[in-house]
């Protein structure tokens, strides 16, 4: 008997097919790498890495090879960049990169008079890499893709879905809402509502003074919270003091607990935070202890 297949399966085969032969050159997760390699620290501070020549040397010059990598510091920012010049002498044609963390994403404009636009600095030295595509996980505003070449956003909808669901095996009966811990973080926090159908969104506020960091007047839209537990979702938690002035706000409308969320955890002051009764984070900045911290590279 002759099996007739479709064009269209043939399509689906040939697209999986592809993606099975991409290559991967992880440099958050040596073990998850097709590609080897030795990461080496000069002593004057220079990164450096060698690749293994014998897992190269099978592989596919013209497949898609893909790089998965944090960029925490101005180190990693060079070895990606000496990454990529090694793989353009070796004549790989179709190199990606997929950024779990982006080094100056917050400074996404000159704040005040005297200070650099970071962002757009590091989007130029990133351009010289001339990578096909490059991905970034939960970017902290559309400016990152506006400067970075043929950029795209992961968004967190997956992480967070995880995160809840994590919550929920321990607390099936809760009633929930989204929170939303400023005005920057709204329109995400909206589409992830869309994306999980979730209907109780809370929209909160802040007012930050740009030369001292200091943040007073915080403000909410509800009024009434009663055994509520609130999922306060953001890109990113370095000193926490949005957080734990956001969940006094929201236990003082009655909210019973106040559940942390972030793509991106610093905790620049440790993962204690007040007010914050549990934290879910990745380990796209960093390994993180302490607080229920899930790997990056599920979500790349």
Same mark, same amino acid.
Request: aromatic share 8%; glycine share 4%; charged share 20%.
């Given at each position: ?167 929920? @095996? ?63 979702? @953001? ?41 914050? @009764? ?23």
């Amino acid at each position: 008997m002759i099996c007739k297949v479709s064009a269209q399966e043939t399509i689906v085969f040939f697209i999986n097919f592809k993606v099975n032969m991409m290559n991967i050159l992880n440099l958050i997760n040596e073990q998850g790498s097709t590609i080897k390699y030795q990461r080496i620290i000069f002593p004057d501070g220079q990164p450096h890495i060698k690749m293994d020549m014998i897992s190269i040397g099978i592989l596919d010059r013209e497949a898609p090879l893909r790089i998965i990598c944090r960029l925490a510091s101005t180190n990693d920012l060079l070895l990606l960049l000496f990454v990529k010049n090694t793989l353009d002498y070796l004549e790989f044609v179709n190199v990606e990169v997929c950024v779990s963390y982006l080094l100056a994403a917050r400074m996404d404009r000159v704040m005040l008079d005297g200070e650099p636009f970071s962002l757009k600095v590091v989007a130029a030295i990133l351009n010289q890499g001339d990578f096909k595509k490059v991905k970034v996980f939960d970017p902290h505003s559309e400016v990152t893709n506006a400067l970075i070449n043929r950029s795209y956003s992961i968004t967190n909808h997956e992480f967070v879905k995880d995160a809840l669901e994590h919550y929920y @095996d321990f607390h099936p009966a809760t009633q929930y809402c989204l929170v939303s811990p400023d005005a920057g973080a709204l329109k995400k926090v909206h589409k992830l509502a869309v994306y999980l159908n979730a209907s109780s969104i809370v929209e909160c506020m802040k007012e930050r003074d740009l030369k001292t960091g200091e943040l007073t007047n915080f403000k909410t839209t509800a009024d009434d919270l009663h055994n509520k537990t609130c999922f306060i979702i @953001d890109d990113i938690c370095d000193g926490g003091g949005t957080f734990a002035g956001t969940a006094s706000l929201l236990k003082s409308k009655g909210a019973a607990k106040v559940i942390l969320i972030v793509s991106h955890g610093i905790f620049s002051k440790g993962v204690t935070i007040e007010n914050i @009764d549990d934290i879910y984070t990745t380990n796209s900045y960093k390994e993180i202890a302490g607080v229920k911290c899930f790997p990056i590279e599920k979500y790349l």
